[in-house]
């Protein structure tokens, strides 16, 4: 069995990965952690906060340096996860990945002869209601989907 934990380093991802954990010490199962970056994503919070701040010259430097620190945070907390999990027996590896979220992430949960994705319902934003990028790949997913709350 191999599970794929999706995490974008909110607290429910986090959450996510302990279920996985939990399943993965019953099953015997080999799980990876992954993790999708959009420069997309960095590219339009530099520009908004530029733009704001009125210092447009600065856009390129500023969305290098987000950048570098979205990639160390990510990597970080999944270092962390990956030691817990390993710390408690589980086959555990992570796996970071540049692109659109909704693609990589179909991309690697359909073709990773996966028996069982794992996500949590609400992203970094922290809203209250379920998360969009969950709504965008939950019905694209081919192996059973766990949502966590």
């Given at each position: 069995?191999?599970?794929?934990?999706?995490?974008?380093?909110?607290?429910?991802?986090?959450?996510?990965?302990?279920?996985?954990?939990?399943?993965?010490?019953?099953?015997?199962?080999?799980?990876?952690?992954?993790?999708?970056?959009?420069r997309?994503?960095?590219?339009?919070?530099?520009?908004?906060?530029?733009?704001?701040?009125?210092?447009?010259?600065?856009i390129?430097?500023?969305?290098?340096?987000?950048?570098?620190?979205?990639?160390?945070?990510?990597?970080?907390?999944?270092?962390?996860?990956?030691?817990?999990?390993?710390s408690?027996?589980i086959?555990?590896?992570?796996?970071?990945?540049?692109?659109?979220?909704?693609?990589?992430?179909?991309?690697?949960?359909?073709?990773?002869?996966?028996?069982?994705?794992?996500?949590?319902?609400?992203?970094k934003?922290?809203?209250?209601?379920?998360?969009?990028?969950?709504?965008?790949?939950?019905?694209?997913?081919?192996?059973?989907?766990?949502?966590?709350?």
């Amino acid at each position: 069995m191999k599970i794929l934990v999706l995490v974008d380093g909110s607290k429910w991802s986090q959450k996510a990965a302990l279920h996985a954990f939990a399943i993965a010490r019953t099953k015997k199962a080999k799980v990876v952690l992954f993790s999708v970056l959009d420069r997309r994503e960095v590219r339009a919070i530099a520009f908004h906060t530029s733009f704001r701040s009125g210092n447009l010259e600065e856009i390129q430097n500023f969305e290098e340096t987000l950048w570098k620190e979205n990639k160390k945070g990510i990597k970080d907390v999944l270092t962390t996860l990956l030691e817990l999990g390993q710390s408690e027996g589980i086959n555990c590896s992570f796996k970071i990945v540049e692109g659109p979220a909704k693609d990589r992430i179909l991309e690697e949960a359909n073709s990773g002869n996966y028996s069982l994705v794992v996500m949590g319902a609400y992203g970094k934003s922290g809203k209250t209601r379920i998360g969009s990028l969950l709504e965008d790949v939950v019905g694209h997913i081919k192996p059973p989907v766990m949502i966590v709350r």
